[in-house]
């Protein structure tokens, strides 16, 4: 699932490309039963609404909340995309082929787009410059709705969201609180927890951790105050690197011009089962367990839970 580092690479390349464009038309595929009389595209009555009301606005901005991309469009409605497990925007030409009726859309340019795991077009939005927006999707999980720009913080898709831990507000001390709220949750569940702090999810869980020197099982109540510290730099540090290496690609998740980012070709924990622990001064093996119901990788020497 792409996570804030994945999610602000979009938003970052949303801003470039699409502020400014009108939208002339509007198109999805999705249509469950299962989503019948939601307030997301999924239903098609739902999505009817929905496209008359977006049809001839422009975008004035887009931003992130949590795992969710803002796009803000005049007279204030923001659509509201959660990529969930497999979504990713994507911008550029493409061209409609009526006779493939499964996956109608063609990316034509940049080339990027053309990647396989680019192919899965569920929505899909036309701009007054001749280019789209395409939400490239294969497990149709992804989430697309409407709220009003008013109601960023008070709508049912985005309450409940914990801060933001790369905002400036975000300390040390506000971390420890919040961290804190969940003393009896094992540590890496509780960091993936969104009602606590937003954004982080498995890789980069496991990646803070590693920096850290955590156990993943380790009850929040038995982390030292040592060890928060080094924790919180740690998710800094590591999300802050996300965004700068374009987001992780280990899975389906590429850029808006259809590109991997390369955070994963420098995981020290995530996916790297049965490796030698590269930490300096450490002769550890990276191991994977499950834990609530996700893959999860530690070093089995530096990460070594408590004996409290």
Same mark, same amino acid.
């Given at each position: 699932?792409?996570?804030?580092?994945?999610?602000?690479?979009?938003?970052?390349?949303?801003?470039?490309?699409?502020?400014?464009?009108?939208?002339?038309?509007?198109?999805?595929?999705?249509?469950?039963?299962?989503?019948?009389?939601?307030?997301?595209?999924?239903?098609?009555?739902?999505?009817?609404?929905?496209?008359?009301?977006?049809?001839?606005?422009?975008?004035?901005?887009?931003?992130?909340?949590?795992?969710?991309?803002?796009?803000?469009?005049?007279?204030?409605?923001?659509?509201?995309?959660?990529?969930?497990?497999?979504?990713?925007?994507?911008?550029?030409?493409?061209?409609?082929?009526?006779?493939?009726?499964?996956?109608?859309?063609?990316?034509?340019?940049?080339?990027?787009?053309?990647?396989?795991?680019?192919?899965?077009?569920?929505?899909?939005?036309?701009?007054? #410059?001749?280019?789209?927006?395409? @939400?490239? +999707?294969?497990? %149709?999980?992804? =989430?697309? !709705? *409407?709220?009003?720009?008013?109601?960023?913080?008070?709508?049912?898709?985005?309450?409940?969201?914990?801060?933001?831990?790369?905002?400036?507000?975000?300390?040390?001390?506000?971390?420890?609180?919040?961290?804190?709220?969940?003393?009896?949750?094992?540590?890496?569940?509780?960091?993936?927890?969104?009602?606590?702090?937003?954004?982080?999810?498995?890789?980069?869980?496991?990646?803070?951790?590693?920096?850290?020197?955590?156990?993943?099982?380790?009850?929040?109540? #038995?982390?030292?105050?040592?060890? @928060?510290? +080094?924790?919180? %730099?740690?998710? =800094?540090? !590591? *999300?802050?690197?996300?965004?700068?290496?374009?987001?992780?690609?280990?899975?389906?998740?590429?850029?808006?011009?259809?590109?991997?980012?390369?955070?994963?070709?420098?995981?020290?924990?995530?996916?790297?089962?049965?490796?030698?622990?590269?930490?300096?001064?450490?002769?550890?093996?990276?191991?994977?367990?499950?834990?609530?119901?996700?893959?999860?990788?530690?070093?089995?020497?530096?990460?070594?839970?408590?004996?409290?």
């Amino acid at each position: 699932m792409p996570e804030l580092p994945e999610v602000q690479t979009t938003v970052n390349g949303l801003q470039e490309h699409i502020v400014g464009l009108t939208i002339v038309d509007v198109w999805s595929n999705y249509n469950s039963p299962y989503f019948k009389g939601s307030d997301t595209i999924k239903d098609r009555a739902y999505f009817s609404q929905f496209k008359k009301t977006i049809l001839g606005k422009k975008v004035i901005s887009v931003h992130r909340r949590a795992k969710n991309i803002l796009i803000n469009l005049e007279h204030g409605d923001t659509i509201l995309v959660h990529m969930k497990m497999t979504g990713h925007l994507l911008y550029g030409t493409y061209r409609f082929n009526t006779s493939n009726t499964k996956d109608p859309w063609e990316a034509i340019e940049p080339e990027a787009l053309k990647d396989p795991f680019n192919a899965y077009i569920r929505f899909m939005l036309s701009f007054s #410059n001749k280019k789209n927006l395409a @939400l490239s +999707d294969v497990r %149709k999980f992804a =989430k697309v !709705t *409407l709220i009003p720009s008013h109601e960023k913080t008070t709508s049912l898709h985005l309450e409940r969201i914990g801060p933001e831990p790369l905002e400036d507000t975000f300390t040390q001390k506000v971390f420890e609180e919040r961290i804190l709220l969940r003393p009896h949750g094992k540590i890496k569940q509780v960091l993936m927890d969104q009602s606590i702090i937003a954004g982080i999810g498995n890789i980069y869980a496991d990646e803070s951790l590693w920096r850290a020197g955590i156990h993943p099982q380790e009850p929040v109540e #038995n982390v030292t105050t040592k060890q @928060l510290t +080094d924790l919180f %730099k740690a998710i =800094k540090q !590591t *999300l802050a690197k996300g965004i700068d290496f374009g987001g992780d690609s280990t899975s389906d998740y590429r850029n808006v011009l259809g590109e991997k980012g390369s955070f994963h070709e420098g995981h020290h924990a995530y996916q790297r089962t049965g490796t030698p622990c590269d930490k300096k001064g450490c002769n550890g093996t990276i191991v994977r367990i499950v834990l609530g119901g996700r893959g999860t990788h530690f070093c089995d020497t530096h990460q070594k839970l408590s004996k409290v």
